[in-house]
C-alpha cells in the first residue's frame, strides 16, 4: 500500500465552498426553462471549456449541477439554462435579477476544441441537451474560422417546448450554421418537421472521417443516435456524448455521478464514445 | 412578518396524538408562531376559515363524512400536509382494512352498528392530493420541524427514502437483531434518526415502507428469526396494512 | 525498532501513559454483542480481545455526519466551520482497519485532496492490536494477516499472559518514553489461522471480475437483498456521502451537512426528475462489489475491501461478500476450464 502524504498541499482548494456570484438576467425560455446570466465577483470569466458544469447552491435549501450554457468566449458572465425540475431549481426560478447565488466549479471534462480544429462539427440534441451543447454552437460561431460545417440537429417534444428561440432562428438564417429542427408531437400551429430525432440523421450529407458528432439528450435518446450515427457509417472514434448522472460533489469524492468505474464528474459529463463504450452502465 | 401564512390543523381518524405532540413543542411553539398565523385548529379553538395557506391533516379517513370533509380541506388549502402515521399510510387503524368490514362493525358497535357508517381506513392520499408527509406514529418534532421550515422557505420538503438502519449506522448502533430482537428498520422509511433502536426498542415499521420494499426478503428474515410467516405478516401489518395491500 | 512486553496487568496503566499524552480513543462495549471506538474515559472499560467494531475508526476523520458550511440566510453568506487536526491515539486497532484508513488516504489525497479529511487524519497516531478472526474475517485474503503492522505506530501482538509491544515509528517511540516495560525477547506468536478466504490469489482477482458482470449471483443475492445499506455504512473503505442543507426554526441559519451514503441505497443514483441509474438491486449489488475489487482496483493494484467481514455479519438477510467472490472466482474457472 503506498502510503500518502497527509498535508494538504499547498494550493488544495476548499472542494464545498461556493462563491457568491449575481444574477443580472433572467429570461423565460419555456413555461419550464429559464436562461440565467450569472456573473462572478469583479465579472473575472469563470474559466471553463463547453460542455463543463458548475453547482448551483441556495444556502438552505441545496446544491445540483446545472451545465454552463454559453460559450467561454462570452466574457464578464455566464448563462444557465435551467429547468424546473426539483425542489432547488424550483426556487432558482423565482429568483430575480440582483439575487445572488452560489458557484462552484467548473468541473468535468468538457470538450477539448483543440480536438476540434478544422473538423466539421455535428451538434445533436434531444431536448434540454441543447443546453450544454449551446456552449459549443456558441464557441465554434464565435470562433467559426477554425471549424469546418456546422451541423446542427435539434429534436424537441414539441414545438411548445424549444429553447433559445432567438439564437435558433438566427441559426436559420445563418449561412454558417445547417440547422435541422425536428418535433416528436407538433402543435396544431406547428408547420415544421414531426418525427424523432434519430430522423433527421439519415438524411444529413456529411463528409464522415471530417464529422465530430455531439451528443446530448434525455437518456434514452443517445442508444438510438448511436444506432443512427452507426448505420450513417460515422467512425465511432468521431463520436462525443454528454451524460447527465447525479453529480453531487462535483470533485469525485460523493460517489453518486459513477458510470461504473468512473466518476462523471471527473470523467465526463462529456466523454469520447470509444472511452465508454465498454462501460455497460453508460448508455 | 406581513401576511403570514395562514394554516389550519385538522384532525380524522387517529389518538390526536400527532396533534398534541405540536402543542409539547414547548420550546418552538413561539418560534413556529413567528411564522405563521393558526387561523383553524378545534383542538384549540372555535371557528372555520375560508382560505388556507397550509393545511396540516392528521387521521385516517374511514367514514363517509371524513371523505366529505377532506375534500373541503383540499379545496381551501393551497398546501396539504399530512401528520402521522394514520394519515400517511392509514396507520394502525388500517388494520381493520384485513378483515371484512361488516365483522369489524359489528365486533365495535354491537347491535346499534347501523347509526355507524364506517369505511375501510385510508390514507389521506388515496382521497385527495398530499403535498408533503410528515411520517411517524407519532411523528417526531425533528421531522415536522424541517417540513415547517421548508415551507416557510416555500421550498417543498425531500422526504427521506432510504431505509432506518442508516441511521442506526450513523449512530454506530448496536443492530438490533443481534441482541436477539426483530426489526422493521431494513425496510422503513429513514426520517426518525433511529429513534426506537437507539433506545433498546426495534422498529416496528410506523413511518412506512422504503420505496420499491423487498417485503418477501423481511419476511423470510422474520422467520428465520423464529417468528411464524403468519406473525411475520402482522408484524407487517401493524402500521402498513394498506401498502402491503397496494393502497396508498 | 525496540519490542517490548506489555503484560495484561499493566495495560490499563499503558492506557493511562497514553491518556497523558493524548486523547486516546479505544474499542469499548456497545451493547450486548457490540463494540465501537470512543473515547477513554476509564482505561479499564478499553477492550482489546474483540471480534470487530461496528464502524472503523473511519469515522473520525470522516464523520458520519459534518457540517460543510454554516450558512446566514438574511445576509446570504456562509463560512466553512473549522477543521482541527484530531492529535489522538487509535489505540487497538485492527490490522485491515489500518489498511482502510490508507485505502482512504489515497481517495482523499488523489485527484482533489479534501482539506476536512487530511486535517483531522494527520496527525493521527495508531496503535494496533493482532485479534483472532471469527468466521466473518477474511484479511489474509486481501494481503493484510491479523499480526500486520502497516501504518502502524505502535502493534501490540497478543502473546502468553499480555501483548508484545513492538515499536514502528519513532512516534510510537515517544508514545511510550517514559513507560518503562521490559524487552520481548521471545519469537512472536503466529497470527492465527482465518477461518474464511477468497480462495484465488488477489493478482487472479481481476481476470475474475472483467469476466463475471453478467454472473447470475447479482439477481440471486439481489432477491434476498432488502437495498438497507448496511453493507455499506459499515464498510471501512466507503466514503460516499449525500450532502443535505437544513435551517433552524428561526429560518435565519443554516447548515450545509454531509452524511455517509451507499451504492446499495436506490436513490443513490437519482436525479431531478426522478431517473434512478441503477434501478435493480442486482445492478447496486454488483457496483457494490466492483467498487471493492475492480473499479478502485484496476487503478490501484490493490483489492479496496480489507476482509473485515463487516459488511457480511452486519448483514440480516445473510449475503455474503465472500461467498459472491468465490462464486464468481468458481463459475470463471469454469468456463475457463
Redesign the interface.
Known amino acids: 500500500m503506498t502510503k500518502h502524504e497527509l498535508i494538504a498541499p499547498a494550493g488544495t482548494k476548499d472542494l464545498y465552498l461556493p462563491v457568491m456570484a449575481e444574477i443580472t438576467d433572467v429570461r423565460q425560455m419555456t413555461p419550464l426553462e429559464k436562461l440565467f446570466e450569472i456573473r462572478l465577483p469583479g465579472g473575472v470569466d469563470l474559466g471553463h471549456r463547453p460542455g463543463q458544469f458548475v453547482e448551483v447552491s441556495l444556502f438552505g435549501v441545496g446544491e445540483a449541477p446545472i451545465s454552463i450554457s454559453s460559450s467561454p468566449t462570452k466574457k464578464g458572465a455566464f448563462d444557465l439554462g435551467i429547468r424546473k425540475v426539483g425542489m432547488l431549481t424550483e426556487m432558482i426560478h423565482r429568483m430575480q435579477p440582483g439575487e445572488r447565488i452560489g458557484i462552484r466549479g467548473p468541473f468535468g471534462s468538457g470538450f477539448d476544441m483543440t480536438k476540434f480544429k478544422g473538423k466539421d462539427v455535428l451538434v445533436i440534441a434531444g431536448g434540454i441537451g441543447l443546453v450544454p451543447l449551446r456552449s459549443l454552437i456558441n464557441y465554434v460561431l464565435d470562433n467559426r474560422a477554425d471549424f469546418g460545417r456546422l451541423v446542427i440537429c435539434y429534436g424537441s417534444k414539441s414545438d411548445t417546448d424549444l429553447l433559445f428561440e432567438d439564437e435558433r432562428r438566427a441559426w436559420e438564417q445563418d449561412p454558417r450554421v445547417e440547422f435541422h429542427l425536428t418535433v416528436d408531437h407538433g402543435s396544431p400551429a406547428w408547420s415544421g418537421r414531426t418525427g424523432v430525432i434519430t430522423t433527421l440523421i439519415p438524411g444529413l450529407d456529411l463528409d464522415l472521417p471530417n464529422t465530430l458528432a455531439c451528443v446530448c439528450g434525455p437518456p434514452i435518446m443517445y442508444r438510438f443516435v448511436l444506432l443512427a450515427l452507426k448505420s450513417k457509417r460515422l467512425p465511432e472514434e468521431n463520436i462525443y456524448m454528454s451524460l447527465e448522472r447525479r453529480m453531487k460533489c462535483g470533485v469525485g469524492k460523493c460517489g453518486h455521478c459513477q458510470i461504473n468505474g468512473s466518476y462523471v464528474c471527473q470523467d465526463g459529463p462529456v466523454y469520447h464514445y470509444p472511452d465508454i463504450k465498454a462501460l455497460r452502465e453508460a448508455l | 412578518m406581513a401576511n403570514k401564512p395562514r394554516v389550519g390543523i385538522f384532525d380524522f381518524t387517529g389518538c390526536e396524538g400527532c396533534e398534541l405532540n405540536q402543542l409539547n413543542f414547548e420550546d418552538?411553539l413561539l418560534?413556529?408562531l413567528?411564522?405563521v398565523e393558526i387561523v383553524e385548529w378545534r383542538e384549540a379553538m372555535d371557528g372555520q376559515a375560508e382560505e388556507l395557506d397550509i393545511a396540516f391533516v392528521e387521521g385516517s379517513l374511514s367514514t363517509p363524512d371524513c371523505i366529505k370533509r377532506i375534500h373541503e380541506i383540499r379545496r381551501k388549502s393551497k398546501v396539504l400536509v399530512a401528520l402521522g402515521a394514520c394519515a400517511v399510510q392509514g396507520g394502525m387503524n388500517a388494520l381493520k382494512n384485513i378483515r371484512p368490514i361488516e365483522q369489524v362493525r359489528e365486533e365495535v358497535y354491537g347491535q346499534d352498528k347501523y347509526l355507524f357508517p364506517t369505511l375501510p381506513a385510508l390514507p389521506i392520499s388515496s382521497v385527495v392530493k398530499v403535498d408533503v408527509n410528515v411520517r411517524g406514529c407519532p411523528m417526531t418534532q425533528l421531522e415536522f420541524?424541517?417540513v415547517?421550515?421548508s415551507l416557510?422557505?416555500?421550498?417543498?420538503?425531500?422526504e427521506p427514502?432510504?431505509?432506518v438502519?442508516?441511521e442506526c449506522?450513523?449512530?454506530?448502533?448496536?443492530?438490533v437483531?443481534?441482541?436477539?430482537m426483530i426489526c422493521l428498520?431494513?425496510?422503513t422509511r429513514a426520517g426518525c434518526d433511529a429513534q426506537c433502536p437507539s433506545f433498546g426498542q426495534y422498529c416496528t415499521g410506523c413511518r412506512g415502507l422504503?420505496?420499491?420494499?423487498?417485503v418477501?426478503?423481511?419476511e423470510?428474515?422474520l422467520v428465520a428469526h423464529g417468528l411464524s410467516m403468519d406473525d411475520a405478516r402482522k408484524k407487517l401489518q401493524l402500521f402498513n396494512a394498506n401498502q402491503l395491500e397496494g393502497v396508498s | 525498532m525496540a519490542r517490548f512486553y506489555l503484560e495484561k496487568g499493566k495495560v490499563a496503566a499503558f492506557i493511562a501513559h497514553l491518556q497523558s499524552q493524548k486523547t486516546v480513543y479505544a474499542p469499548h462495549r456497545k451493547g450486548r454483542n457490540a463494540f465501537a471506538f470512543a473515547p477513554v474515559e476509564r482505561p479499564q472499560d478499553v477492550v482489546l480481545d474483540y471480534p470487530r467494531t461496528v464502524s472503523s475508526i473511519k469515522k473520525y476523520f470522516l464523520p458520519p455526519r459534518e457540517e460543510l458550511l454554516s450558512f446566514n440566510l438574511a445576509e446570504n453568506t456562509c463560512a466553512q466551520p473549522a477543521v482541527a487536526p484530531l492529535d489522538a491515539v487509535f489505540l487497538g486497532v485492527h490490522s485491515y482497519d489500518v489498511h482502510a484508513v490508507l485505502k482512504l488516504d489515497h481517495n482523499f489525497v488523489t485527484g482533489n485532496p479534501e482539506r476536512n479529511y487530511l486535517t483531522r487524519r494527520q496527525g493521527a497516531l495508531i496503535v494496533g492490536v493482532g485479534f483472532t478472526p471469527d468466521r466473518f474475517h477474511f484479511s489474509g485474503s486481501v494481503g493484510i494477516p491479523a499480526g500486520d503492522t502497516t501504518g502502524c505506530d505502535l502493534f501490540l501482538h497478543p502473546c502468553e499472559g499480555g501483548y508484545a509491544l513492538e515499536v514502528l515509528t519513532p512516534a510510537g517511540e515517544k508514545l511510550v518514553a517514559g513507560f518503562k516495560l521490559p524487552a520481548h525477547t521471545s519469537g512472536l506468536p503466529a497470527a492465527a489461522p482465518f477461518q474464511q478466504h477468497i480462495y484465488v490469489p488477489q493478482a487472479k482477482l481481476k481476470d475474475v471480475f472483467a469476466h463475471n458482470y453478467d454472473n447470475a449471483v447479482w439477481e440471486e443475492e439481489a432477491e434476498k437483498c432488502m437495498s438497507c445499506g448496511t453493507c455499506n455504512l459499515v464498510c471501512p473503505t466507503c466514503y460516499c456521502f449525500d450532502v443535505e442543507d437544513a435551517v433552524d426554526i428561526t429560518v435565519t441559519r443554516g447548515s450545509r451537512e454531509r452524511r455517509w451514503d451507499g451504492c446499495m441505497l436506490r436513490s443513490f443514483t437519482e436525479v431531478a426528475g426522478g431517473e434512478v441509474f441503477r434501478e435493480e438491486p442486482a445492478a447496486r449489488q454488483r457496483h457494490r462489489v466492483y467498487r471493492k475489487f475492480k473499479y478502485i482496483s484496476d487503478e490501484t493494484g490493490e483489492p479496496w475491501c480489507v476482509g473485515c467481514g463487516r459488511c457480511t455479519a452486519s448483514c440480516t438477510a445473510d449475503i455474503s461478500i465472500v461467498s459472491i467472490v468465490n462464486r464468481l472466482v468458481n463459475d470463471y474457472d469454469a468456463v475457463k476450464a
Open positions: 418552538q418560534d413556529i413567528e411564522h420541524l424541517k415547517f421550515t416557510v422557505m416555500g421550498k417543498s420538503p425531500i427514502g432510504n431505509s438502519c442508516t449506522k450513523l449512530k454506530d448502533n448496536e443492530c437483531f443481534e441482541k436477539g428498520g431494513p425496510i422504503v420505496p420499491e420494499p423487498n418477501e426478503a423481511m423470510e428474515i
